[in-house]
């Protein structure tokens, strides 16, 4: 069975400082993986996906196959990080559906 | 993101009431998907449907119904509720392909007394 694990969850930094949330999965075939966030009051959506190997708001994720990883970093934290932060995995198949962690909660302080 | 919506927003009800939400999305999106989020669970799929007439369980189906008659509604049913149903409930929805990205709507606020 696939799984998704984000050992923490609360994360609190200062403005200015670097930012590392944690992802590990659990998976037999090929894995997709997204973070997802969800700002206060806003519904949840999609921040990034490793397939793209983009940078969104100055995050980035890269897959580590041989530590099954998919940490999501920022250089340098923003007050409007402060967010939900959600690691999901895609199982595949045309019905693929996403595999979400618990979530973390990243609050950057002034 | 007004395109898929949820209803009603917030609602209040009694163990062993019946109670529906609605989900409608304007993208014609043939996946459709319900979530409840729970603090220390995160995400968990209840249910989700590839098209109309086409539902499947998720990891938590458990006292929850679904139909699917029409591609843009996928109403969520719990039949008799429970204490332990009260959640916030999430709907979304993704084109096929195998691109997954969800569109998830406001979400629902359930308590059930």
């Known amino acids: 069975a696939q799984r998704v694990t984000q050992p923490e969850k609360l994360l609190s930094v200062f403005k200015g400082a670097p930012v590392e949330l944690k992802c590990n999965y659990s998976y037999s075939g090929s894995p997709e993986l997204f973070w997802y966030v969800q700002y206060s009051r806003q519904r949840l959506q999609l921040l990034l996906r490793?397939?793209s190997r983009e940078s969104i708001k100055g995050f980035t994720a890269d897959l580590n196959k041989g530590e099954t990883s998919f940490h999501l970093k920022k250089p340098f934290a923003q007050e409007e990080d402060s967010a939900m932060y959600y690691c999901?995995?895609?199982?595949?198949?045309?019905?693929?559906?996403?595999?979400f962690g618990k979530g973390i909660t990243l609050s950057v302080r002034p | 993101d007004a395109g898929i919506t949820q209803s009603p927003r917030y609602k209040i009800t009694e163990t062993g009431r019946q109670v529906t939400l609605m989900c409608h999305q304007t993208w014609s999106h043939s996946y459709m998907f319900w979530y409840r989020q729970d603090l220390g669970h995160g995400l968990r799929l209840i249910y989700y449907s590839a098209a109309a007439d086409i539902t499947d369980k998720g990891e938590v189906p458990d006292g929850y119904v679904v139909s699917r008659s029409k591609t843009e509604n996928f109403p969520l049913t719990l039949e008799s509720a429970t204490r332990s149903q009260t959640s916030v409930y999430f709907c979304?929805?993704?084109?096929?392909?195998?691109?997954?990205?969800?569109?998830f709507g406001p979400g629902t606020r359930l308590t059930v007394l």
């Open positions: 490793h397939i």
């Open positions: 999901a995995l895609s199982d595949t198949g045309a019905n693929s559906k996403l595999t």
């Open positions: 979304a929805s993704r084109l096929a392909g195998s691109y997954n990205e969800q569109f």
